[in-house]
């Protein structure tokens, strides 16, 4: 039997290099090979296999929001969801996080975008339950929506282009405030949508999607994670597993009455590292992405032979 655990951990290799380079080569827009293979949907990739195997839905970038009938109760009172977003805004409440706490969308602080946490893979944030309570109520008789929040991106403000860890869920996006011009819009695997006030669009945000807002006007929309249809009852349960354990743990906080999710607490000492990184790596790229793969390299040595 011990001769054959290098047999074992490198069919385990060959089962994550297959799956990445299943999700490298599903769309049509693609990273480039050396980000691809530190990006995070590499490490995810045999689990988002698994989504996709037994998912109920085509594989398209966009899917008609007719196939979540759910989510009409979201665009029957979208004006009330817009009333509770604009007081947020008014008040300073759609922010950046002012502390490391924030991992999922901490890079996104830096081009502009800002959010507010209605509820993520549970109940709603207490912040949420005070401030909105008739969104965070209409949230709560959606059992397939797992995550919520308001987003806004200001005028010249830009996502850059990645792709969502997980292929458990799909995206959902109300537009509440947004200029209604073409200039303010997403692209997922190269096609854009403009947003609109009182429309939707659900899109799979596990293909490589970018936004920019290029008009003169911010926009602010309701954002939701709507769990993936399977078409298996052993997927679907290994979804709620995956949902419920590691998605929940990122979980990040409006205010101190929320709670802050076991990765989140990691971040803080994470983001040190990074930051020290970041540093190597404006002083020597080669000297950065050379001490990369001596590390990550060392590792996969010694796990598979160790």
Not at 33 to 59: G, V
Not at 152 to 175: E, I, K, N, Q
Not at 186 to 215: C, K, M, P
């Amino acid at each position: 039997m011990p001769h054959d655990i290098p047999y074992i951990k490198l069919s385990i290799v060959a089962i994550f290099v297959a799956s990445t380079v299943y999700v490298h080569f599903r769309g049509r827009v693609r990273l480039r090979f050396f980000r691809q293979l530190m990006d995070h949907s590499t490490f995810m990739a045999p689990i988002n296999c698994l989504m996709y195997m037994f998912s109920r839905l085509p594989a398209k970038p966009y899917l008609p929001v007719a196939g979540f009938p759910e989510l009409k109760l979201l665009q029957d009172h979208w004006q009330d969801i817009r009333a509770e977003a604009h007081l947020l805004a008014e008040a300073g409440e759609i922010k950046k996080s002012d502390k490391y706490n924030d991992a999922g969308f901490n890079s996104f602080f830096k081009t502009g975008w800002t959010r507010f946490h209605l509820k993520w893979y549970g109940d709603a944030h207490p912040s949420a339950r005070e401030l909105c309570p008739v969104t965070t109520e209409l949230l709560q008789r959606i059992p397939s929506v797992k995550a919520a929040m308001f987003a806004a991106l200001p005028p010249g403000g830009r996502l850059v282009t990645h792709r969502d860890p997980f292929a458990g869920s799909v995206r959902y996006h109300l537009g509440l405030v947004t200029p209604n011009d073409d200039r303010c819009y997403i692209s997922v695997d190269g096609e854009r949508y403009s947003w609109r006030d009182g429309q939707g669009v659900i899109f799979d945000e596990t293909y490589l999607h970018y936004a920019e807002n290029q008009s003169d006007q911010m926009r602010i929309i309701l954002f939701c994670d709507v769990e993936r249809p399977l078409n298996n009852p052993l997927a679907r349960w290994f979804n709620h597993f995956i949902s419920h354990t590691l998605i929940r743990a990122a979980a990040a906080p409006n205010s101190d009455t929320d709670k802050t999710g076991g990765i989140n607490k990691l971040f803080a000492y994470v983001q040190q590292v990074r930051l020290f990184g970041k540093r190597i790596k404006a002083r020597s790229r080669f000297a950065y992405y050379g001490l990369q793969w001596l590390i990550f390299g060392g590792l996969f040595v010694w796990w598979i032979f160790g």
